[in-house]
């Protein structure tokens, strides 16, 4: 018989507040997602409570795992602070004079805390969706394979997850010992989807802090491993969640995805504006669908104009990491799950990413010799 959500609900009536009120009467419960034994729900308090909160949101996905036919289950809590509610959220940093050039040295000292094992984190980014920025990321990723490197999977965008669809994954993560979610390998690479643990049609309508929730528990209750290195496919645009997660994820660089006509091109500054603000260096910008070839007769067509990002990343004074064509191939292997660099390897595309990947690596070895060492400042 199929899992329901009276049945989780009434799992949930021993999990208890910290005043003492079962969890399914304080209100704070979002809708419960239930399907094919994957279940996910938010805990939503206030800013001020949190760590109260957090033994509890524990103890209920403790207590939904439990349940038999759960394989799967993950509970967020929320950080949002109500208009005119009590207790005071923390000031904001005091901006830097050296901002969006180096690394603030709150961020050395105190930043968002490391994920076990691995060792760099970069983001793809874009500024607008529809630009081709989750399959670019996927095939960076495996470009990054191919140069030997130990490679990692993180699919960020909650309201549309991508990855399930590009690597043909249908399976649910399995659990450790330790109630750690382990990651789904494929083609060498480790991924983390939320589209794992939700159906392909189940709209994710959540707030921003809910959204940053999930994100750090697929971080840091992901058993991912060693690894060298691990692609977060961003959310498209700039808006809270977005920013929050390029604050809260200690990250070496971003990689901004755009397409050559304008329009695209204004958000993509926005993008990299977003991650200077925030101190993170951009390692670059890719133009994806950079031009049309017909798969039938070769002719060459810039359905979208051609070079703008490049004269956006000189203007910028940020890497160009190379041009991407509008390609049946690329669009028909993504679709079907079988990106190109990992099934075809030897084609032209698949070198398009390799070189771009190669171009990645180097930038993030060239900045980490680069970095001085933080000054020690010793007053009397």
Known sequence: MALTKDEVLANLEAVKSPEGTPLPKT??????????GKVFF????????????????KAAETAVRAIPGVASALVALTADRAPGSGGQAP???????????????????????????????????????????????????LGLRDLGMRVGVLDADIYGPSMPRLLAIKERPQMTEGSKLMPIMRYGLAVMSIGFLVDEETPMIWRGPMVMSALTQMLQEVEWGELDIMVVDMPPGTGDAQLTMAQQVPLKGAVIVSTPQDL??????????????????????????????????????????????????????????????????IREKSDAGLPVVATEPDGAHAKIYRDMAAKVREQLSNRETKSPAPRIVQEA
């Open 27 to 36: 209100g704070k419960l979002s809708d419960i997602v239930v399907g094919d």
């Open 42 to 57: 938010s805990i939503n308090v206030d800013a001020g409570v949190v760590q109260a909160w957090e033994p509890v949101r």
């Open 91 to 141: 000031p904001p940093p005091k901006a830097s004079p050296a901002a969006g050039r180096a690394r603030p040295a709150a961020a050395i000292a105190g930043g968002p805390p490391s994920v076990p094992g691995v060792t760099s984190i970069i983001a793809v980014a874009s500024g607008k969706g529809g630009v081709g920025k989750s399959t670019t990321a996927i095939n960076l990723a």
């Open 264 to 329: 695209a091109l204004i958000d993509a500054r926005r993008g990299i504006a977003m991650f200077r603000r925030v101190s993170v260096p951009v390692l670059g910008i890719v133009e994806n669908m950079s031009y049309y070839m017909c798969p039938q007769c070769g002719a060459r067509a810039d359905i979208f104009g051609h070079g703008g990002a490049r004269k956006e990343a000189e203007r910028l004074k940020v890497p160009f990491l190379g041009e991407v064509p509008l390609h049946m191939e």
